[in-house]
């Protein structure tokens, strides 16, 4: 019996430490996965295009995307897709396939440069609407802080009313005074 009991216990303590760190990750996906999940959870995509020669993109994923004030927003507001810009198979997305193009020795994804408005460069951050439409591509690293500010800007659809510029002054005056926790700049 205690046997058991002690099995029934490690039990109950390895699924709490599994759902612990479930919670401190973000929950990626891949992109078709993304599209079928963001139609039936009415949701936002959040795309990270990287590549995997790409140093600040092992930053941002190491820094900005192990953040958990960023890891709860994005699991709770968004889906995320992790999307490696030179990926060589076919994706079926509203009604086209988009394909790898070679390019010298190394190449790009057709839906990378879609979704990036032309513009490759790396690590790019995409917002996608609950329609699938592009709302905005991010070029750049971006550091916990600054990207709290900008998942909010998209989530909370301030993008549709509040220039960017007006919206940083307000959230940095909103915050002003409290501590932010960016242990990881």
């Not at 992109?31 to 936002?44: I, R, S």
């Amino acid at each position: 019996m205690k046997a058991a009991l002690k099995y029934f216990l490690m039990t109950c303590l390895l699924a709490m430490l599994s759902e612990v760190r479930a919670q401190t990750e973000i929950h990626w996906v891949d992109f078709t996965e993304a599209v079928q999940q963001a139609k039936l959870e009415n949701k936002k995509i959040m795309i990270d295009i990287y590549t995997q020669w790409c140093g600040w993109c092992r930053v941002m994923d190491q820094k900005t995307f192990h953040h958990e004030d960023v890891v709860n927003y994005v699991n709770d507001r968004f889906i995320a897709v992790k999307f490696d810009a030179e990926f060589t198979e076919d994706i079926e997305f509203n009604g086209k396939t988009y394909s790898y193009v070679r390019n010298g020795k190394k190449g790009y994804h057709e839906l990378a440069a879609e979704l990036m408005r032309g513009r490759l460069s790396y690590p790019t951050i995409v917002f996608l609407d609950e329609e699938l439409n592009v709302i905005q591509p991010i070029p750049g690293y971006q550091n916990a802080s600054d990207f709290q500010m900008i998942l909010m800007y998209f989530a909370d659809n301030y993008f549709l009313r509040v220039p960017w510029d007006k919206f940083t002054m307000q959230y940095r005056n909103q915050y002003i005074g409290q501590p932010v926790n960016d242990n990881n700049r």
